[in-house]
Nanobody, 122 residues
Framework: QVQLVESGGGLVQAGGSLRLSCTAS????????MGWFRQAPGQEREFVAA????????YYADFVKGRFTISRDNAKNTVYLQMNSLKPEDTAVYYC???????????????WGQGTQVTVSS
């Protein structure tokens, strides 16, 4: 079992930045693919970014490329999402997730955090 706890959400003006963190319990964090998803009111959960466990290969949704950066620190059992140049349409609850294997952009991850709200004002 893995427990994930997100932090770092909040209210920011358009053009601003936030850094989300997700800390995992357990000693096997480095073996998981880690992803970030988001869900806006009335919309389906969508893929934002992911990072592979060993190669560190990065994956991004087109709408965040050049603005968001995912990274991980396996020594701290933590994955980050640095969000720059935020737009009002980035407003959503952001979730981190962990999986053993499979396609990184699919939402069928094995473990999920509780989510953290990000609100971008215009």
């Amino acid at each position: 079992q893995v427990q994930l706890v997100e932090s770092g959400g909040g209210l920011v003006q358009a053009g601003g930045s936030l850094r989300l963190s997700c800390t995992a319990s357990g000693r096997t964090f480095s073996t998981y693919v880690m992803g970030w998803f988001r869900q806006a009111p009335g919309q389906e959960r969508e893929f934002v970014a992911a990072i592979q466990r060993r190669s560190g290969a990065l994956y991004y949704a087109d709408f965040v490329k050049g603005r968001f950066t995912i990274s991980r620190d396996n020594a701290k059992n933590t994955v980050y999402l640095q969000m720059n140049s935020l737009k009002p349409e980035d407003t959503a609850v952001y979730y981190c997730a962990a999986r053993d294997d499979g396609l990184v952009y699919r939402s069928d991850y094995d473990y999920w955090g509780q989510g953290t709200q990000v609100t971008v004002s215009s």
